[in-house]
């Protein structure tokens, strides 16, 4: 006999579309083919039993760099434990490198490796000389092009006349442009000056990367935008005082999208100067204010997204601080940091937590509504969700390669129980089921801006 689906989730709340149903999803192949409210339940191969649990469309964490401590096999492993389904990688392309040979390397890598379906954003080092080949970008799929406002001494930053030159090719080809705004030329003085001064570079970290050079850098690279008609996308949004060039830009109806991360929701200088290297991310990690600021921020929809900015890198607490590398381990934690201290703590509602974590960031990158949505032929990448269960996340339950977590002995409530990407259980229960290669790479389509 054959069955009517190959796997039935019956009873489940079902997150989506800024509401909250109690809902059954059959899944037929890699779709979903039925959404019901039938009490019968049709024949099924599996059925999986939800009761009290919630079901949300997996995460899309459009901010990764699977170039570190965690390759795209680790990555995705990271990923899929953390309910996360979909990631859009920023492929550096560095100096003396061209974009198209990085960008297909690059994705043959992800083919062969990755256990989730992925796109990319490809981020460039020298625009002078690789803004020539940006359309021809388009034609693999990759629509994002990602700059640094900072790190001018490290040899990252790109300047205010060649930022402008690639948001207007880009805005030709009706892509997006992803800004790291801070200040960099400022922030190099501020550190040298401390450096001068022989202040400890720990203490000072917060005060080198100020807010205030993060908001000036934030507003200029919108509205070099505007003037060059480009949409632009500001990444990791981490300072309250952004919200103010955001939200002018939202009153305009200028075509920006403000991504915050966990790490800025959650933490604060406290954390970097307890944890030292570790928490050595940039932006820094700020004050309690700015927290309560970026939730404000996601509630009145000035930021829309939140991306992890997974960049794991080898540090430990004993090292020097001033010469570790920026980035830390991010995409596991996410949803079950942002759920607890976002939904449990009051800071945000459910479906405002989904929008922001998935169906905004499918909608940015034109993956929705394949991606993003619970709906009958959109794919069934889905996580089960169980509000009840504490866990306490440690170092030593994380499966990220750099073997540590900011959030190391922090109780939370709520925990992904199964993770499934086009119908295929990826993580169940703690176990990983899914096989290196399994993702499939996803081209992005951003060219709805320019509707
Ligand atoms: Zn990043």
Not at 23 to 37: C, H, K, S, Y
Not at 92 to 121: A, W
Not at 134 to 148: D, E, I, M, N
Not at 307 to 322: C, E, I, L, Q, V
Request: with cysteine; proline share 4%.
């Amino acid at each position: 006999m054959t069955e009517l689906f190959d796997l039935y989730i019956a009873n489940g709340l079902v997150v989506a579309d800024g509401k909250i149903t109690r809902a059954n999803i059959g899944i037929r192949g890699e779709q979903i083919a039925a959404l019901t409210t039938d009490a019968e339940q049709p024949t099924a191969r599996r059925v999986l039993d939800a009761q009290g649990k919630y079901i949300l469309p997996g995460v899309i964490d459009a901010h990764t760099h699977p170039i570190y401590m965690d390759d795209k096999y680790d990555t995705s492993v990271s990923a899929a434990f953390g309910g996360v389904t979909t990631l859009i990688h920023y492929a550096y392309v560095k100096p003396d490198e061209k974009i198209i040979s990085i960008c297909e390397t690059f994705r043959d890598d992800g083919i062969q490796n990755s256990i989730l379906d992925f796109g990319m954003h490809a981020g460039l080092f020298d625009v002078a000389n690789q803004i020539a080949d940006v359309p021809a970008a388009f034609a693999l799929g990759v629509t994002s092009f990602k700059v640094f406002m900072t790190y001018a001494k490290l040899k990252w930053m790109t300047d205010d006349y060649w930022m402008a030159a690639l948001m207007d090719t880009v805005a030709q080809a009706r892509g997006l442009v992803n800004v790291h705004c801070e200040n960099g030329v400022v922030t190099d003085y501020l550190e040298d000056k401390y450096k001068r001064a022989g202040l400890d570079s720990k203490k000072m970290f917060t005060a080198m990367r100020p807010a205030r050079l993060e908001a000036e850098a934030t507003n200029r690279a919108i509205s070099i935008a505007q003037v060059m008609g480009c949409a632009v996308y500001i990444v990791h949004n981490s300072a309250a005082e952004n919200l103010e060039p955001l939200r002018r830009a939202r009153q305009n109806g200028w075509r920006v999208v403000g991504e915050t991360c966990p790490q800025y929701l959650t933490l604060t200088d406290e954390t970097t100067q307890t944890l030292g290297a570790p928490a050595k991310i940039g932006p820094p990690l700020r004050y309690a204010r700015d927290n309560a600021a970026l939730w404000q921020g996601l509630r009145e929809g000035i930021l829309t997204t939140i991306g992890s900015d997974h960049a794991p890198k080898a540090k430990n607490t004993r090292d020097d601080f001033f010469d570790a590398a920026y980035g830390a381990p991010q995409i596991e934690t996410m949803l079950p940091i942002c759920y607890h201290v976002g939904v449990n703590q009051g800071n945000l509602a459910l479906p405002q937590l989904v929008a922001a974590l998935s169906e905004t960031p499918a909608k940015t990158y034109g993956l929705y509504p394949r991606k993003g949505a619970i709906r009958i032929g959109s794919d069934a990448d889905l996580v089960i969700f169980d509000p009840q269960k504490t866990w306490t996340i440690t170092n030593a339950n994380q499966h990220s390669k750099a073997g540590f977590t900011l959030y190391n002995d922090k109780t939370v409530t709520g925990a992904v129980e199964l993770t499934m990407q086009r119908g295929r259980i990826v993580v169940e229960n703690g176990a990983l089921r899914a096989q290196r290669g399994a993702g499939q790479f996803l081209k992005t389509d951003t060219s709805h801006f320019y509707k």
